[in-house]
């Protein structure tokens, strides 16, 4: 039977629209110099991950799981490593996710009950969002940072009758901006309020704290503590890790539907991200590099753009228009250097920006040559 093309008209409609916008989407090759990676300590590719790879193989540790965890996807290879991780971040027990994304979504739809409530920064990861969508709790958004905007929300809420806990849900390092939550403001709030604070670590896991451990690493074994490291972008591998406390593991793997209806991460991956927990502990020499590059890219920025760095590896260089912000990025794409044109809905409507990565996949003469064509770029558009 003959497709009737009518059928796409309304999607090929809103991508439409989205081009109007400037909002398209579409894959791009990885070329040019890495300012856009999250690979910020270079591990992706190093070769003592190889060699954990090949190990790994030696001994017999299949690619695949074969299926969920609760049935017999479940290796040897994932328990070692949430031991380990759980001993290594300081939580009572972790659970190893196919991604972070995964990972926030079967904790939100699952951990805050019916009678909770979600208090969240509204520039939180979509992730977050979409595992609010899943569950059963009410949830508000609260103003970038805003400490006392969650008290607030907290004591409205227990006024009108609220009578199970708060969740708070804060990033540690905010991906679009390089700028820090105060998490322990955060986690006091939450323990005066009798709530729980959940941390997203994705951009601080392996860049900041003792041995890599985070900006919340004061925090975690606090029993109302709840901490997300990702593997996929410091740690230079994928899958993710919820360092939590016992009672909230076992309770994910009993009722997070995203836990057991899905094939378990592999358990080579498994096996690699053992390593590289090993070596963001005993290789500091990558934090250190990473800090003066960073350190380097912000005086640059500040020079010869007059914008404040963030302090993070993360430098984020407001545009505004969609259509700007591409034009820019394309400029310096032809140059040679991979930076990307970050736009609604990912920030908010009116911010897009270019974001760069700082990591130790580049050095100092080629941070310095993208920004004198970034600043020049800038120039020439503002002619």
């Not at 109007?20 to 110099?33: C, E, F, I, T």
Request: glycine residues 10%.
């Amino acid at each position: 039977m003959p497709v009737n093309h009518t059928v796409f008209s309304q999607y090929e409609a809103k991508l439409a629209g989205l081009e109007r916008k400037s909002r398209l989407r579409a894959l791009a090759p990885r070329q040019g110099v890495d300012f856009t990676s999250n690979d910020y300590l270079g591990l992706a590719s190093a070769p003592r991950l190889k060699a954990a790879f090949a190990d790994a193989m030696e001994r017999g540790v299949p690619a695949g799981a074969g299926g969920s965890r609760l049935l017999r996807g479940n290796h040897c290879e994932h328990e070692a490593l949430e031991l380990e991780a759980a001993a290594f971040f300081g939580g009572e027990k972790a659970i190893y996710f196919n991604s972070g994304f995964a990972a926030n979504v079967a904790l939100f739809a699952t951990l805050p009950l019916r009678q909770d409530l979600v208090l969240y920064d509204a520039l939180i990861h979509a992730s977050v969002h979409d595992g609010i969508a899943a569950g059963k709790a009410q949830a508000i958004a609260v103003p970038h940072h805003q400490v006392e905007a969650f008290e607030r929300e907290i004591i409205r809420w227990r006024g009108q009758g609220g009578r199970g806990r708060p969740w708070i849900a804060v990033e540690s390092l905010y991906s679009m901006d390089g700028d820090r939550a105060p998490l322990v403001a955060l986690a006091d709030l939450a323990e005066r309020h009798d709530g729980f604070l959940v941390v997203d670590e994705a951009h601080a896991t392996g860049v900041f704290g003792p041995d890599g451990r985070g900006l919340a690493a004061e925090l975690e074994g606090r029993r109302n503590v709840l901490a997300l490291h990702t593997c996929g972008k410091a740690l230079g591998l994928s899958g993710a890790l919820l360092s939590l406390p016992a009672v909230f593991a076992d309770y994910l793997i009993n009722r997070a539907r995203g836990f057991i209806y899905s094939t378990a991460p592999s358990p080579l991956m498994a096996a690699a991200v053992r390593e590289t927990l090993r070596m963001i502990a005993d290789e500091p020499w990558r934090r250190l590099r990473l800090a003066e590059l960073v350190s380097f890219a912000g005086e640059e920025l500040q020079r010869r753009l007059g914008v404040t760095p963030s302090g993070s590896q993360i430098l984020p260089i407001m545009i505004g228009d969609n259509a700007r912000s591409l034009r820019i990025a394309a400029c310096l794409q032809q140059g040679g250097f991979d930076v990307r044109a970050i736009r609604p809905p990912t920030v908010p409507e009116g911010t897009a920006r270019l974001r760069i990565a700082v990591t130790l996949n580049v050095d100092e003469s080629e941070i310095a040559a993208m920004a004198e064509l970034l600043a020049l770029a800038l120039r020439e558009e503002a002619a």
